[in-house]
């Protein structure tokens, strides 16, 4: 039987735990030291560290010299220092003694590992280990400030021989990170979600502020069970010159794989640029590759490209304003790094701007590294040698305009880099900068000239390279297009056309990317969200938004800016928004268009908007400020907002496309609360979504009976106001809650008829109702209000007993349209009685009639209610009621013809409300009525109310008049 000397092997495994021991001393020696030159430890934090460390090796050395005497003294004392141990016939297989040891090692601590105690007395004099509490406390420090390999982390915390316990797949593995992966931190973890492989890599958030990306936490399954694991969180290292993925074919095959499997998804994308495709992998770190599968990787170029679509579009001044936002926010640097390394990945302007974006951080640190010096470190060789190129580039583009002063190298630089600018243009802003040099009163008028030149969007390739790239393929633009109304049907509700006319105009852009903007005008009353849609037009076109009001202005120069000579002299006000946007293809979206006042009886603001509209115009925009510079316009969508298209300037309005947005019906009303509305005042209270509900008769209720609107604002605020009476319950637990105290969407508090009145007491809103029985001579108009309210108005005809001859009095504040009106409408009645009948009545009533509209404190004008006017005439004529519960609505002319009017909806909508079942109108409008009952079917449904068309006064005469007499009236 082979045995071994105990002496011998007790003062072996003395040494060779020493050598372990004093090699991860030297380790993490130098991995605080990397920490500290990194700036992730501070000078403070390494001295403390390496105090404790130099602690570790002076009881080391203790520890070691008191074992060795031991050793040595038992032994000359006792005859065991001559004692062997049997071992069976490992020694005949090994005959090196040292290799003999290291094997006896290695199987008492993996038996050891496994529970397995096959030599106890061996096994237990091999893990006699004097260092035990210096190990522990290594292994403590170095799980807090990390290791200098990962070998170094796996062997402190799983053993010596850790490898043992795991697949051959897995240890190859952990050899390569072994040589780029830096552990940070470790710990023992039990997650509640287990992780179905022994060995798992995820993506983390920089672990600190110097370190930009690549960091990740590797996760061990810890052998012999399944819910606790091992979490390494660190970095990997930069390889700039992509060693590992270049070389992967031969060295790491699995890498390789991947690769060309994210190169082979990467290719059916055709919605993402080639040669950004083709970029953004070679400059990969190796991390992406090891930590990211396939799809993940995909959905990370996916994310960048948006990105890098949205930097290229803005100005210089904007991507600055991106690169610095969040100056003092911990994901700063990330950010910045960002941006960098897409910019690029692009063209010549992008990795110039890059240059200039890249030199604000020369002039911050973090900690005691210059910002700019941590950026660089993580790009790649190729986006470093492209980074070191800029500045020449910039220096000698320079160079070539003109000398470069301390002053305004900054100014000159952005001119320099700008390449859509013109060269007039360029030239113009040079001379300001050179103005600037001379110390003058004007400075800050001249740099406000420079600055803006210079942040406004130039067109460029650029600005159709997103449509031409889609465009470029049938399939890309149909998901283009369908997604683009997805978009808009989940923010914005209803108002087909309009999303109609928007996706047709995308649509051209497609086919051709050069083609010009559009000037579009949305006409409605207030409230129903034309505001809304023009602001998510922009954000499904993945453009920018600039909004300007008009309500209340009559100074030109608000648009076009003043004449440069003047003092305080500024830009108008087109220019600097289309600045702000930062993007030739822009929507530029004009408010309340029809409030635009006139100025010395002429309408600058119209004049001006005339010009910018013409597609032949717009292109050489001028702003008086910058004198002979001119603006190209042509890309950008303008749309106006109004309510009453009758105050527009004709010729403006036919260089506008109309699109018309009508009011919005009970039901839609509904759908918009539910969908909408309860969401945003959820949001709004930090209540869950759900937890508070409307059944939709409460909200008709509170749509018919507090709101009289054709939008959605007064709706908004009602039910802002309920909410706000909750929130007061909730916080008292009072009312409500009491009853209902935790709400959730599975258990939701419900609003009734009760709680609405409650908390926005009776209702307010004053509605017109039909009059109590049927009188001669009083009839029910309807009538229409910009804001998109309807309703009823009283028309009443009575004999005039003033005066001497016949004549109609007009009270009721009745406008020069209305009262030419009612004068049509008794001529029309007159011309269709029977003259003898006619004549009887002057007779009677030698003073001619009074006719009176109610509410004489509101104005009333239109011609709509000229078929009332007559029927009423007729009615007081021949002395005959008028059903009560009827109304109409149509113009008439002399020969008692009813012809078409707008507004119907509005007015049968108030008409309805105000107890109205039975309403005429002119069969012109009879499109209208079909479009009505096809929108709201639940208004016009023939049984609580019904509508007839009319072509005659006759026609109406039939349904209206009680008793009515063909008799009484001329055959035609």
Known sequence: MATIPVKDFKIYNLQNEYRNLATFLQNIQFHINRRNDMNSLTVTEKNQHLKNIDEMLRNMNTTYNNHLMKICEIDSDDESGEQLFEIGELANKISDDQNLYLELRKMASVSKDLGIGSNDKLQNMILDNPFLEIKKKLMNLGNKVGFRTLNDCLKLNLGEYYDTMLDNEIIDLLKLYNDIFIPIEAQIIKPRKLFNKNLTLRKISPLTETLIESCCEIIIRKENTTKSYFSIKGYFEIDSLNIFVRTSQICYNFIYTKKKEIEELLSTRTDIDDRFKRLYVRNSPISDFLILDSESYIEQIEKDYTQFRHFKKLSFMNKMKEFVKDINDIDCIQNMYNIIKLLLLGSDENINEAGLLFGITKDRKEGDEIVSNLIYRNLSYVSQIKLRKTSVGIKNELEKIKSLTIDDIDLKKHIAINKNMPDYVKKLAMEKIEEMKASNNEYYKQLLYVKTLVNYPWPSEDDDMMFRDIGSSKLKSQEFLNDFVKRLDNNVYGHKDCKSTFKELLGRWLTNPTSFGSAIGLVGPPGVGKTLIAKQIGKALDIPFVQITLGGQNDGEILHGHGYTYSGAQPGIIIKKMAEAGSARCIMYFDELDKASKKHDSNEIFNILIHLTDPNMNSEFQDRFFQEVKFPLDKVIFIFSYNDSELIDRILLDRIEEIPISSYSSNDKVKITKDFLLKEASNAFNLEEGSIKIDDDVTKFLIEEYTNEAGVRELKRKIEK???????????????????????????????????????????????????????????????????????????????????????????????????????????????????????????????????????????????????????????????????????????????????????????????????????????????????????????????????????????????????????FIKN
């Open 722 to 968: 309920i909410f706000s009476k909750l929130n007061i319950d909730n916080i008292y637990e009072q009312g409500i809650y009491k009853k209902h105290p935790n709400p959730t969407p599975e258990n939701p508090l419900i609003i009734d008829k009760d709680t609405v009145i409650e908390y926005l007491s009776k209702p307010r809103v004053s509605v017109q109702n039909i009059h109590s029985k049927d009188m001669v001579g009083v009839i029910n108009g309807m009538y229409a209000t910009d804001n998109g309210s309807g309703g009823i108005i009283p028309i009443q005809v009575y004999p005039n007993h003033t005066g001497n001859k016949f004549n109609l009095k007009l009270t009721g504040y009745q406008k020069k349209v209305m009262r030419e009106s009612v004068k049509t409408a008794f001529t029309a009645a007159t011309q269709i009685i029977k003259p003898d009948i006619v004549e009887q009545f002057k007779l009677n009533n030698p003073s001619g009639l009074h006719i009176h509209t109610p509410n004489g404190g509101t104005p009333k004008d239109g011609p709509s209610a000229g078929c009332a006017f007559g029927t009423a005439f007729i009615s007081r004529i021949l002395n005959k009621k008028i059903r009560k519960n009827i109304a109409m609505t149509g113009e008439i002319d002399t020969t008692g013809k009813v012809t078409k009017i707008g507004g119907l909806q509005y007015k049968l909508t108030g008409a309805k409300k105000a107890g109205v079942t039975f309403v005429m109108v002119s069969k012109e409008n009879e499109e209208d009525v079909t479009n009505i009952k096809k929108d709201d079917p639940e208004l016009i449904d023939g049984k609580i109310l019904k509508v007839v068309l009319v072509d005659k006064l006759q026609d109406v005469l039939k349904h209206s008049l009680i008793g009515y007499s063909a008799g009484d």
